[in-house]
T-cell receptor, first 112, second 112 residues
């Protein structure tokens, strides 16, 4: 199965600023996924990052708030923009290869 | 929106006892997976069961799937204190896109 390196592992940010999270995969994958886990909650899919095209966002998530880049088949970034305390969550990237699903170790974001 | 409903939301047992968690979902699936998460850290993939399978075992884990009832159960036998964690079911829909819809999770506490 694929191995994902996700950075940063945690950050504390001021409200109104932005945080960019990176995920590097050790193999080429067609689609990468970004999830949010709010405190005490389950994971919710934010968007699917497609190489060569715009990301596909789930209901309730918009590109202006969560811009995503996917410059190649092994890398993606998620930016959380105009931060507010409600954005404090764990953000995880994921890939799915044949029969195997892998998650990054997560980024714990605290907005103060 | 969440695909899966899990019960119980919280479970507390003594070491050595068995723990059973249930998951229900709403739409047709390609597969269903169970994950463990310790204290808000990364997700650990436990087991995947395909829609044409009814039961699967892995060590002390036993997963069943009933597609007619759109439900699954995870049984952990002879529990250990180290099994204390949150457990999530996740479904990959019949379109097999690789994106997962997570249940709400069950928090398991195993007392030594």
């Amino acid at each position: 199965s694929a191995v994902i390196s996700q950075k940063p592992s945690r950050d504390i940010c001021q409200r109104g600023t932005s945080l960019t999270i990176q995920c590097q995969v050790d193999s080429q994958v067609t689609m990468m996924f970004w999830y949010r886990q709010q405190p005490g909650q389950s994971l919710t899919l934010i968007a699917t990052a497609n190489q060569g095209s715009e990301a596909t966002y789930e209901s309730g998530f918009v590109i202006d708030k969560f811009p995503i880049s996917r410059p190649n088949l092994t890398f993606s970034t998620l930016t959380v923009s105009n931060l507010s305390p409600e954005d404090s969550s764990i953000y995880l990237c994921s890939v799915a290869t044949t029969g195997s699903y892998t998650f990054g170790s997560g980024t714990r974001l605290t907005v103060v | 929106s969440q695909q899966g409903e899990e019960d119980p939301q919280a479970l507390s047992i003594q070491e050595g006892e068995n723990a059973t968690m249930n998951c229900s979902y709403k739409t047709s699936i390609n597969n269903l997976q169970w994950y463990r998460q310790n204290s808000g850290r990364g997700l650990v993939h436990l087991i995947l069961i395909r829609s044409n399978e009814r039961e699967k075992h892995s060590g002390r884990l036993r997963v069943t799937l009933d597609t007619s009832k759109k439900s699954s159960s995870l049984l952990i036998t002879a529990s250990r204190a180290a099994d204390t964690a949150s457990y999530f079911c996740a479904t990959d829909l019949s379109s097999n896109t690789g994106k997962l819809i997570f249940g709400q999770g069950t928090t398991l506490q195993v007392k030594p």
